[in-house]
Structure formats: C-alpha cells, structure tokens
C-alpha cells in the first residue's frame, strides 16, 4: 500500500512540475484549478462517503449474505449513473452563472478563460462517480491496485503537456479529460475480469439499501461540510489577486505528498482491518488505534520539522524552471511552511476516522466536520486579513488541531 501512494504521489508530482514550467503561477493555472475544483468537490464528495461507508458494509455482507452483494452492487451502478447525469446537467447550466457573480473574485481575464473551461471540465463529474464507484469496489475487495491506478490522470496529463508544447491552455483542459477516461477503463479491466461488474439496474429492491442510506445521508452532509473548506480556500485566494489560487496550490501539492505518504496508506489500510476485527468483535480495536494516533502524530511532527527546512529546496527542485520563477518560488516556499504546521494533526485524526467509520459512528463524523466548518471559516476570518494567503494555509491547521480534540472526546465517551 505504502508503494502504491508512494508512486501515485509521484506522478502526481511529474503532473504538477509540468504544469509549473509551461504554464508558471499565471491566470490560465488560476482559471483551471478554480473550475476543477468545483467539478471535483461533489466528486470528492461521492468517493469519501463511498469508501467509509460501502467498505464496512461490504464486509457484514461478505460475513452474512454475501449472495446479496452482486444485486446490490448493479443497483448501486445504476444510482452512480444517475447521479453524473445530474452533476453533468447541473455543472453545465449552473457553473457559468457562478462563475458570473461578482463575489468569486476572479478577475475578467481569469473568467473568461474559466468560463470557456467550463463544457469539458464538466463532463468530469459523470466520470469522476463512476471511477468513484469502481475504486471503493476494489477497495472494498481488499485490492489496493486502486490506489496506483489513481495516478493514471496524472500521468496522462503529463504525457498531453509534453506531447503538445504549444496550444495554450488546451492541451491541460484535454489532457485532464482523457486522463479520467483512461482511469475508468483500467478500473473497468479487472473488474470485468473478476466478474464484479453487473449490467446496472435502477431499482432498490436490495435489502442492503437500508444499512447504506442509514450511513450514507449522514456520511454525506459530513464530507460535503468537510471538503467544502477547499472550495472555501480558492474563494478567498480569489479576492488575494491574480496568481494566488495558482500559488496556494502548488504549496498545497507538495503538501498533498507528504499527507498521502503516511495518511492514505494509514487510513486505506487501517480501514478494512477495523471493519473486520469489528466484525468478529474486535476488543482490542481501541488500544490498536490508540497506537497508531500517537505514533502517526509523533511522525507528524517530525516530517513537519524536517519539511520546513527542506521547503524552499524542495519547491525550486520541483517547480523552478520554465515559467515558474524564483520569485515564486520564495512565495510558494512560505505558504507551504505555513502549510506544514497542519501535518501531525492531519495524521493522528485519519485513524480516528477509520476507527469511528468501522463503527458505524456517521454521526458523530458529520458534528465533527461541521464544527470544523464554523472553526475554518472563523480562522480565515482573523489569519487571512493580517498574513495573506498564509492565513489560509494556516487555517487548516487550525481546523484539523480541533478535529483532533474533537475525535478523542468522542471516542473517549464511547469507551466510557
């Protein structure tokens, strides 16, 4: 699993330093990544709720019923199908009479440029649930090739850049589309192969829809409240002036390397072990996690001392060349410090999500990242005016330091 991240998060590096050095910190990054966002946060949305709550189920099925699950699972498809019609209706009608309100902030060059964006980035939504759908499937499978084949957008994107060096910004907006449609079909392959693929039905006549919406509409309001903090970030990075959303996520992909080192091995591998051991009745789950929490924060805090140092290397290493200055370089480095600090809180409280998902604990998940809406929002408020788009990186840290407390208070209650 470790190998697998570890590859996945350096494509996704070779993605991002082709995009640094074509395109540099410039209006064209700012139009994409405002748009990709969107299409992306209900995506992302989708696939959280699916992996915390399809992957437990699917092992109480497997453990009683286990006959039940292909006729679940076309069902299941056939909801997917619906739900990227809608997306794709509503991202296509809907995102350019966002991206027209004067409170995104965009400047007018940086909209224009977005709002062209907008017919194919948004045919990444029906695609993104569906790729959605097939990774929790495998995953819940206990196959973990799901997680290399996430790199397959990446990779692809890096080979349409380095194919086609003129174009302006459509050989990103093309290559991205292609990327999610190779995705799909490396999905698709093993699971026809294994027979894991129905033909979809849009029906719910399956008896497991009861158990899968009682966690899914509380799962859902959660994650969509929790992940709504990134979109919440572009918004303010907006009002900063050209280059900042471009800015932000540069910091934000090196970041994303070293949370997905430690955090989405932990969590993709702590996952289904929970959910298993809950299943044969599990009495030693707490002290287990309990370990992993302050061994993952204490790796926190030092890849967090050692990343700091390393931050303006590590920046001019990946991103300096091309279009991507020296200048942004220094802007980049400082934002990911401030970044940095958000690290071991961010490791410690993905095994206490594991551990509530596997218990079936929604609900306590969904108060969680709702405070931690109010607690983000309220930080932005005080840091962004006095540092600038350090206060936003600095935010999250914020948020994730109370999701922490938060987790241990209510898994504490439930030991007691």
Known sequence: MALFVLLGSLARAAKEMAIAYRYGVSTEVDAYLFVFNLVGWPVGVWFSVLTVVLVPLAARIRQGASVEFPHFRSELLGLTLLLGLALALLGWLGLPLLLHSSWTGLPQTTLTIAINMVPTLTLLAPLGVIISLFSAWMLAAGRH????????????????????????????????????????????????????????????????????????????????????????????????????????????????????????????????????????????????????????????????????????????????????????????????RYGLTQLPFYFATIVLVSLLSSQGRYRAIAVVAGSNLLVKLAAMAILTPALGINGIALSTSVMYATTLLLLSFSIRNTKK
Do not use: C
């Open 145 to 336: 090739a799901n997680t290399l084949l996430e790199s397959v957008p990446a990779l692809t994107i890096l080979v349409v850049l380095l194919a086609f060096p003129g174009g302006g910004v459509e050989p990103l907006i093309w290559g991205t589309l292609a990327g999610f449609v190779f995705h799909l079909v490396s999905l698709v392959v093993p699971l026809a192969r294994q027979g894991e693929i129905e033909a979809p039905r849009f029906s719910r006549q399956s008896p497991q829809w009861a158990p899968f919406w009682q966690g899914f509409g509380i799962m859902l309001a959660g994650q969509a409240l929790m992940s709504f903090t990134g979109i919440i970030d572009q918004f303010f990075a907006a009002h900063l002036g050209t280059g900042a959303i471009a800015t932000l996520s540069y910091a934000n992909r090196i970041l994303l390397l070293l949370l997905g080192m430690g955090a989405m091995a932990a969590s993709r591998a702590t996952l289904p072990v929970f959910s298993r051991a809950l299943a044969h009745g599990g009495e030693h789950v707490h002290r287990v996690a309990t370990h992993w929490v302050r061994l993952l924060f204490a790796l926190g805090v030092v890849t967090m001392l050692v990343s700091w140092w390393l931050a303006p290397w590590g920046v001019k290493l990946l991103f300096e060349r091309g279009a991507f200055t020296s200048q942004d370089t220094i802007i980049v480095a400082e934002v990911l």
